[in-house]
């Protein structure tokens, strides 16, 4: 149990295009869903926590309105790249909280490698 | 700064060799701990976790971690490596002062010879 799907697991679009990647717990409810971007040979670097009915709350130097999150149903979320540019290429993965768990733990994704030509 | 280190950014080790990947934190409050795998073209999985408890956690593939509250430490370890073992580890932990938020350390790179 506690698996979590993304969609695409690749994609690659023109620069100033919009790019929408989906966050899906598949056999379980998830109050909270977070979005990380890792870039190579780097860690994971948490970019917004998303609550299920509620804006997403960013990080510090997260632009809000260049990635555009929501979290729509207790099993979907889904992160927009707004007019992406090269930069904005690299690996994002998504995470999943348990509805109802007593802890903390998160359920990745397998990542979405996004690259912006 | 709050923040998660881990010591070793790439190791490089024979198969039947001992591991030991160090992590330390600098939260403060009650803290949950993880060890996350990354193994070459997969996602994220987990090795284990401390919530409370016993401070030795045992977890999958025969790895374990020990919980030190008064280092601030929580470090993983595997008596014997195996080459299947070569991964990317990540430390993590979520602290009451980081407002539930996972916080990983930089990772640290295991390769495996044969």
């Known amino acids: 149990g506690a698996v979590v799907s993304q969609h695409p697991s690749w994609v690659i679009c023109k620069s100033g295009t919009s790019v929408k990647i989906e966050c899906r717990s598949l056999?379980?409810?998830?109050?909270?869903m977070f979005w990380y971007r890792q870039f190579p040979k780097q860690s994971l670097m948490l970019m917004a926590t998303?609550?299920?009915?509620?804006?997403?709350?960013?990080e510090q130097g997260v632009e809000k309105d260049k990635f555009l999150i929501n979290h729509a149903s207790l099993t979907l979320s889904t992160l927009t790249v707004t007019s992406a540019h090269p930069e904005d290429s690299s690996f994002y993965i998504c995470?999943?909280?348990?509805?109802?768990?007593?802890?903390?733990?998160?359920?990745f994704g397998p990542g979405t490698r996004l690259t912006v030509t | 700064a709050q923040s998660v280190s881990q010591h070793n950014h790439h190791v490089i080790l024979s198969e039947a060799a001992s591991l030991e990947l160090g992590c330390n934190y600098s939260?403060?409050?009650?803290?949950?701990l993880f060890w996350y795998v990354q193994y070459p073209g997969q996602h994220l999985q987990l090795l284990l976790k401390?919530?409370?408890?016993?401070?030795l956690v045992k977890g999958i593939k025969g790895f374990e971690a020990e919980f030190i509250k008064s280092k601030f430490s929580f470090n993983l370890r595997k008596p014997s490596v195996q080459w299947s073992d070569t991964a990317e580890y990540f430390c993590?932990?979520?602290?009451?002062?980081?407002?539930?938020?996972?916080?990983f350390g930089a990772g640290t790179q295991v390769v495996v010879t044969p």
């Open positions: 998303s609550n299920e009915g509620s804006k997403a709350t960013y």
């Open positions: 401390y919530f409370s408890g016993d401070p």
């Open positions: 993590a932990v979520i602290s009451t002062d980081s407002w539930g938020k996972l916080q």
């Open positions: 939260y403060g409050g009650t803290v949950n």
């Open positions: 056999d379980f409810q998830a109050t909270t």
């Open positions: 995470s999943a909280r348990r509805y109802g768990a007593g802890s903390y733990e998160q359920y």
